[in-house]
């Protein structure tokens, strides 16, 4: 019998396979997520355990790509990259998957196109968005090869931020409605993520009819699969849908239901710019146009000193009523 190989950071083959397994054990709640990918309330408790193994899961890559299993150290890498999400630690995730993406086999695999995928989302995350674009093209070509639905839809999501972020919502929208097709015979929680870039593409593309019947679905999805975080912003995203259809009352009854259920003692400073746009529109479509203007000020400040720069979809607010502001004062 030949004796187990041991590596310089003591992982074997035998604790290799065992994370192996481990890795396959897992189940993420929110698996398209661009945030948080399981549940705050209730807790998981398997979570906290997986997370203690991420260094042994990291060992565990290396070792196998060392030791000519390729396919195994992809299989690992493809399943648990989301620890790094986690623990906000994008770096780190894309130097695991560089491993298993750059070095190892090409083979046309499904945990090929799931680490693809894995790794445009953390660049994504980073704000790399040339190198997320490029992993996620590959993701979907891997996942046409293999003709796997979770695969393609997740690669059509990406392909979906990286043209949202471009500003090309056409091509966001016709992504997210792909990925949303794709993925309506799996899990419903991997509709979360297609369908809130398909109101997001739509609103951006001035439909808010079709935003605000989109993001009242996805309120209810994120109430269904319990996301409240979504629930929180969904609600916010209509609101703000809502004061572009003139639906002022409405737009006031969700941004105050969006704080009721986030909390009033919220101190996060992009919550904080937030809530002043908010206010700001209100004031603004109800003829408060002086409130307005100092609401936007504050929203603008608020944003600069915390040094944040708001999304694309907030920016787009503020560049709106900043127009609309300035057009009244012509």
């Not at 695969?151 to 949303?180: H, I, M, P, Q, T």
């Not at 979504?230 to 639906?247: P, S």
């Not at 009854?253 to 009033?264: D, K, N, Q, T, V």
């Amino acid at each position: 019998m030949q004796p187990e190989i041991v590596d310089a950071g003591g992982m074997t083959l035998k604790e290799a396979r065992r994370l192996l397994g481990l890795s396959r054990q897992v189940r993420w709640s929110f698996p398209s997520s661009l945030g948080r990918p399981v549940r705050w309330e209730p807790s998981e408790p398997w979570v906290e355990s997986v997370k203690k193994e991420r260094i042994s899961f990291v060992k565990a890559v290396t070792f196998l790509m060392r030791n000519g299993q390729a396919d195994a150290a992809l299989e690992i890498a493809a399943n648990v990259w989301r620890l790094w999400v986690l623990t906000r630690d994008n770096e780190g995730g894309r130097r695991l998957l560089a491993q298993v993406l750059d070095r190892g086999s090409r083979k046309q695999t499904r945990a090929r196109a799931l680490a693809l995928y894995g790794d445009s989302l953390l660049a994504f995350r980073q704000g790399r968005i040339d190198e997320s674009k490029r992993r996620s093209e590959e993701a979907l070509e891997v996942a046409k090869s293999v003709v796997d639905p979770e695969a393609l839809s997740l690669a059509n999501l990406a392909l979906s931020r990286v043209a949202f972020e471009d500003g090309d919502y056409k091509l966001a929208l016709f992504r997210a409605r792909e990925a949303r097709r794709l993925a309506c015979h799996l899990d419903s929680a991997f509709a979360q993520a297609p369908l809130f870039m398909e109101a997001q593409s739509a609103r951006m593309l001035g439909d808010y009819g079709k935003a605000a019947s989109l993001f009242g679905e996805s309120i209810d999805l994120n109430k269904r699969i319990g996301d409240k975080g979504m629930v929180i912003a969904e609600l916010n995203n209509l609101g703000l849908v809502e004061i572009h259809r003139n639906n002022v009352d409405a737009a006031e009854r969700l941004f105050e239901e969006s704080e009721r259920i986030s909390g009033s003692k919220d101190d996060n400073p992009y919550s904080k710019a937030v809530t002043h746009l908010n206010k700001a529109m209100i004031a603004f479509k109800r003829g408060h146009i002086s409130q307005a203007k100092s609401l936007l000020v504050t929203t603008k400040s608020t944003f600069e000193r915390s040094m944040i720069e708001p999304a694309r979809d907030d920016k787009f607010e503020i560049d709106w009523l900043d127009r609309e502001l300035a057009r009244g004062a012509s």
